[in-house]
């Protein structure tokens, strides 16, 4: 497979009219696609940070009592 028959290249009059076509394009894919971008978007952001996604957690306090 060549480079040119990976990519379609498309000439938009503004850029309303390609965010109207990217939104169709998204809302014609189904959910587990769109929710698999976002997880690639997100892990993408945390490499930009260098940042491990499972070290992102709520930190606890642990006090112990004695009775």
Partial sequence: MTLKT???IRR??????MK???????????DY???QA???MA???????DQ???GRRLQRTL???RR
């Fill in 33 to 35: 696609a769109r929710l």
């Fill in 6 to 8: 990976q990519f379609t």
């Fill in 20 to 30: 109207a076509e990217e939104y169709r394009y998204w809302q014609s894919q189904p």
């Fill in 38 to 40: 976002v997880t690639d």
């Fill in 52 to 54: 491990e996604i499972s």
């Fill in 12 to 17: 938009f009059e503004s850029l309303e009219a």
């Fill in 43 to 49: 892990r993408a952001a945390f490499a930009l940070e």
């Fill in 63 to 65: 006090s112990r009592i």
